[in-house]
């Protein structure tokens, strides 16, 4: 048997996010979310689902977070509904919104249970949209106060803070693609977009640290992927470093080096309008930070595409490949080469990896039992080459699985399965799935055990 064991202290954890959990979405005054608004209008999600029910946590959190608690976790990650404080996004606070989220971090520390709070995972106040959403500079100046509210309200340890996660994905997907909320298309939005939305993340750091909360670290959470090109011809080559400077270096470089890559820039400018920004925003978005979230899921192989402006190129997808039911290729070794080129270009810092998992088609059998054998073998390979990153001084100090139950997976509805606990949606009645067995023996050893391999 090789052993992967892990660090004294290291956060085992699992991740979820309000929307996609919650349900409850008018409760006790919660305002309307981009998200509400975007899954009820017909089309958008898949058989025209929404999160009004979804796994009904905002009812049954104690139930949740007995199953945490059985699980073995030592950390989860959630995220607070924006529009539950600020029904308007700004204003006046909801009290009953506050109070919830004190009370499942009073229901976390009863298990021992380290809160880790994301304060941004995507369901804006659908007021706030209706006066441009991120594409409207006052939006961040919003967000900086309403992560202030939340850091001043909230009195009680938090484990970690993050600030925002993937807004990659808020701006691109949600303002350029249109696939998620708000559904708009328009890429020069979208790159106004992702610079408010940094520069929100600097705001709410500021807001941090005047308020000056002890030893509770924040960093922020990036969907980063490892770009490879599918040959070493020259094309496929530059191509991936445009990729690269897309979909990671966009959101890197900013943060960590007080600009925007310089090539990315000059490749925007030539097709769109880039984002406007005033003298003091770069130091903003540059405020330090205590550490890196990472989710990983996959790579991106790309071919060239058709000029040299090109950002995206023609992703392909190896035939010989094993595929999750989001189709995207499983590659362990991925996650590997993130850790340490993070490390190596823009560390060293402490990294968590925020989000990792895979959704697989689970179904009971006749007996109840819920065997995913491929989500075990994904996550235990996906950590070993973790653990092989930290062997060459890669600050890894936590893990968290995306995601803890089955819910609602935003464009996809309730068709795609990622969690440990599967949930069965018309009764809400919640079974561990064959991984979570797994994953209670990991954290319990602190590590893996694995037939064969090096140790």
């Known amino acids: 048997m090789a052993k992967y064991l892990f660090p004294e202290g290291f956060l085992w954890g699992a991740a979820t996010a309000s929307y996609q959990i919650e349900g409850s979405p008018s409760s006790d005054g919660k305002g309307e979310s981009i998200w509400d608004r975007f899954s009820h209008t017909p089309g958008n999600i898949f058989d025209d689902d929404s999160g009004d029910t979804a796994c009904e946590h905002y009812r049954i959190y104690r139930e949740d977070v007995r199953r945490m608690a059985d699980l073995g976790l030592n950390a989860y990650r959630f995220s607070i509904s924006w529009p539950r404080i600020f029904p308007e996004g700004s204003g006046k606070p909801n009290q009953k919104g506050l109070d919830f989220y004190r009370r499942l971090i009073e229901e976390l520390h009863n298990y021992k249970i380290k809160p880790v709070v994301t304060l941004y995972h995507w369901d804006m106040p659908q007021a706030l949209q209706d006066q441009g959403g991120w594409g409207n500079r006052d939006t961040a100046k919003y967000f900086g106060q309403y992560a202030a509210c939340v850091f001043e309200s909230i009195d009680l340890p938090v484990d970690r803070w993050i600030t925002l996660n993937e807004p990659w994905v808020s701006a691109f997907l949600g303002y350029a693609l249109g696939v998620h909320a708000p559904g708009l298309n328009d890429f020069n939005i979208a790159l106004q977009a992702a610079h408010n939305l940094l520069l929100g993340h600097g705001l709410a750091i500021r807001s941090f640290r005047d308020i000056k909360r002890k030893d509770e670290p924040i960093g922020i959470t990036l969907n980063l992927n490892p770009i490879e090109p599918a040959s070493d011809s020259k094309p496929d080559l530059a191509q991936a470093v445009r990729t690269d400077g897309f979909m990671n270096r966009w959101f890197l470089d900013p943060i960590f080096r007080g600009s925007y890559p310089q090539d990315m820039v000059e490749v925007f400018s030539r097709s769109f309008d880039l984002p406007d920004i005033e003298e003091e925003d770069t130091a903003v978005i540059a405020e330090p930070i205590d550490y890196l979230g990472i989710n990983n899921y996959t790579r991106i192989l790309v071919r060239a595409g058709s000029s040299e402006d090109d950002f995206m190129g023609n992703p392909l997808n190896p035939p010989e490949a094993e595929y999750t039911e989001m189709g995207w290729e499983v590659y362990p070794r991925g996650i590997y080469e993130l850790l340490t080129r993070v490390h190596r270009d823009y560390g060293p810092l402490p990294l968590y990896i925020t989000e990792n998992g895979a959704a697989f088609d689970d179904k ?92």
């Open 364 to 455: 009971p059998d006749k007996d109840g039992r819920i065997d995913d054998s491929s989500r075990i073998n994904y996550l235990q390979d996906y950590l070993i080459e973790a653990w092989k990153a930290m062997q060459e001084g890669v600050l890894l100090e936590g893990y968290f699985v995306w995601t803890l139950m089955d819910n609602f997976e935003w464009s996809f509805g309730y068709s795609k399965r990622f969690g440990l606990i599967y949930v069965d949606y018309p009764t809400q009645k919640r079974y561990f799935k064959d991984s979570a067995y797994w994953y209670r023996d990991v954290i319990s050893r602190n590590g893996l055990e694995v037939q064969g391999g090096a140790q």
